[in-house]
């Protein structure tokens, strides 16, 4: 563990020279550089204001080996995703997501999706409009599942509900092995509202477009999960990514 070579990945990561941080902080450049290789350590008043800055825990600061995180998130990205047709059904247990994702594979079956193109992408998005009451009294969560719907492919099976996505962009994540601590996720979402709000962007809500969704595959034998958050249009443009 080395506080210094966390701070140097927090500054890499929120994009600002030592300078910068330097003037934020209130010292020299000097100064920076050697909190960076450890020479010396960042007065209490000091890292408070670094956690601050960096929206992170001080006991991750200063216990924590940060650059692990570089292997389990990609840089954040902005792109436009085309728009799309999809077919989703939302359920409300003590274990949405697999419980929802189970009848969406049993759905895709009976109406020939997977027949049709065995690689239809599955995507998924928490339902926000579970109460209080049964959050905490019965253990209830919510969570949608969805299939993109192929270009081609035109079904009438009933069961699911047909909605059109429309054009729009997203600030994207990618976690490696999402699954294997409970954290990852929530993190990932963290990572991209406070790069929106560190570059100037912000979450958008608009009609026929999804606030915010995942996207779990598999790549060389390795689980990936993309987190897309929808941001206010934007001038210029990472990537553009086709679903269908």
């Not at 563990?1 to 890499?12: A, D, E």
């Not at 909190?35 to 007065?43: L, S």
């Not at 294997?180 to 990932?188: F, S, V």
């Not at 990572?191 to 809500?205: C, M, N, T, V, W």
Request: proline share 3%; with cysteine.
């Amino acid at each position: 563990m080395s506080i210094g070579k966390n701070i140097q990945f927090l500054r890499k990561q929120k994009k600002i020279t030592q300078e910068q941080l330097a003037e934020k902080m209130s010292v020299s450049r000097q100064t920076v550089s050697k909190w960076e290789t450890d020479e010396i350590i960042p007065e209490l008043n000091k890292l408070i204001s670094l956690c601050d800055m960096f929206s992170c825990k001080i006991d991750a600061l200063i216990r924590e080996n940060l650059t692990d995180h570089e292997e389990i998130y990609s840089e954040i990205t902005i792109k436009t995703i085309k728009g799309f047709r999809m077919a989703r059904y939302v359920m409300i247990t003590p274990n949405p997501e697999n419980d929802v994702n189970r009848y969406m594979e049993s759905w895709a079956e009976k109406s020939g999706l997977l027949a049709f193109n065995p690689n239809a992408q599955r995507i998924g998005w928490d339902f926000p409009y579970v109460s209080f009451e049964l959050q905490n009294r019965f253990g209830l969560w919510g969570y949608v599942s969805a299939y993109i719907l192929p270009d081609g492919f035109d079904t009438d099976c009933p069961g699911v509900e047909y909605a059109d996505q429309t054009e729009a962009e997203y600030a994207v994540i990618t976690i490696n092995d999402p699954f294997a601590a409970c954290e990852r996720i929530r993190n990932a979402y963290k990572k991209i509202l406070d790069y929106l709000q560190a570059d100037g962007f912000r979450e958008k809500s608009k009609d026929n477009v999804l606030s915010c969704f995942e996207h779990v595959y598999e790549k060389n034998g390795r689980t990936y999960m993309d987190v897309h958050i929808h941001t206010e249009s934007v001038s210029r443009t990472d990537a553009f990514t086709n679903f269908s």
